[in-house]
């Protein structure tokens, strides 16, 4: 990946935590970065772009409270009662993991999980170790951050060989 633009793509509910990472990544990386703020959006862009690693907050409100205009609140709201009736399931980040590995077209993509709940992040964070990926928890390091998207720009990793 030395010498290209390495598109991240951020998934969190949460405006504040997608723009700093963004920025942050954007200015001292020079990622160009994306944004999503429920799962739905995540995989529209998914869909039209390709990206070098996703960092996803593990629990969204993606079905509770969604930041962005009205009809992208909207939208997402329906897209999220749309998944659950198909699926079955609340849509969250865990589920929107899952479903990137199970998936051949988004299995290789390098993923940081992110979250705020200690109990959920020790649940989940084996699974996420399992597949080569990383899990930060919340407030999280932004230069530890750095130094992963550094380390994926000129191994292709997100660890260190």
Same mark, same amino acid.
């Not at 409100?61 to 205009?69: A, E, V």
């Not at 198909?86 to 299995?107: H, Q």
């Not at 550094?150 to 990793?157: A, N, P, V």
């Given at each position: 990946? &030395?010498?290209?633009?390495? &598109?991240? +793509?951020?998934?969190?509910?949460?405006?504040? #935590?997608?723009?700093l990472?963004?920025?942050? =990544?954007?200015?001292?990386?020079?990622? #160009?970065?994306?944004?999503?703020?429920?799962?739905? !959006?995540? +995989?529209?862009?998914?869909?039209?772009?390709?990206?070098?690693?996703? /960092?996803?907050d %593990?629990?969204?409100?993606?079905? #509770?409270?969604?930041?962005?205009?009205? *009809?992208?609140?909207l939208?997402? $709201?329906?897209?999220?009662? =749309?998944?659950?009736?198909?699926?079955?399931? @609340?849509?969250?980040?865990?589920? $929107?993991?899952?479903?990137?590995?199970s998936?051949? &077209?988004?299995?290789?993509?390098?993923? /940081?999980? %992110?979250?705020?709940?200690?109990?959920?992040?020790?649940? *989940?964070? #084996? !699974?996420? +170790?399992?597949?080569?990926?990383?899990? @930060?928890?919340?407030?999280?390091? %932004? *230069?530890?951050?750095? &130094?992963?998207? !550094?380390?994926?720009?000129?191994?292709?990793? =997100?660890?260190?060989?």
């Amino acid at each position: 990946m &030395k010498n290209v633009t390495t &598109k991240v +793509l951020i998934v969190d509910d949460a405006q504040s #935590q997608r723009t700093l990472c963004s920025l942050f =990544l954007s200015a001292r990386c020079g990622c #160009q970065c994306l944004e999503a703020s429920c799962t739905r !959006e995540a +995989l529209r862009i998914l869909k039209t772009s390709q990206v070098d690693l996703i /960092i996803s907050d %593990i629990v969204r409100g993606d079905s #509770q409270t969604i930041s962005g205009s009205f *009809f992208s609140k909207l939208r997402c $709201f329906f897209d999220n009662w =749309l998944y659950t009736l198909r699926f079955g399931a @609340m849509d969250d980040g865990i589920t $929107f993991y899952r479903y990137l590995k199970s998936c051949k &077209k988004y299995r290789s993509i390098p993923v /940081i999980i %992110i979250s705020g709940n200690a109990d959920t992040f020790s649940d *989940f964070c #084996q !699974e996420v +170790l399992g597949f080569g990926d990383c899990a @930060m928890t919340k407030p999280f390091d %932004i *230069f530890c951050l750095k &130094k992963i998207v !550094e380390t994926l720009q000129t191994t292709g990793k =997100l660890h260190e060989p």
